[in-house]
């Protein structure tokens, strides 16, 4: 179609965006991002907890993690 110059019989898509939809596309993916990054976190944060909490039940010599984890729960609700 180009070739033979009929451009206009090719389909378009326009998008008419007004000023304060650009800045809420541009808000809203600064705040994905920002939630990405948090999630991130917290990810990295429980993964340490966990290894943390295998070491402790290691050198208490426990071999049941979970029971570990139950007791030591208890005794912080406890004080």
């Not at 809420?24 to 340490?48: F, P, W, Y």
């Not at 993690?65 to 004080?79: G, M, N, P, W």
Request: hydrophobic share 35%; glycine share 4%; no cysteine.
């Amino acid at each position: 179609m180009r070739k033979y110059g009929k451009n206009h019989l090719l389909g378009k898509v326009i998008r008419v965006e007004s000023p304060e939809e650009k800045d809420e596309l541009k808000r809203l993916q600064q705040r994905v991002a920002q939630l990405e990054s948090t999630l991130a976190d917290a990810t990295i944060d429980l993964a340490i907890e966990r290894a943390y909490t295998e070491m402790l039940a290691e050198k208490a010599g426990v071999e049941d993690v979970e029971s570990f984890k139950k007791k030591v729960a208890e005794t912080r609700r406890r004080k």
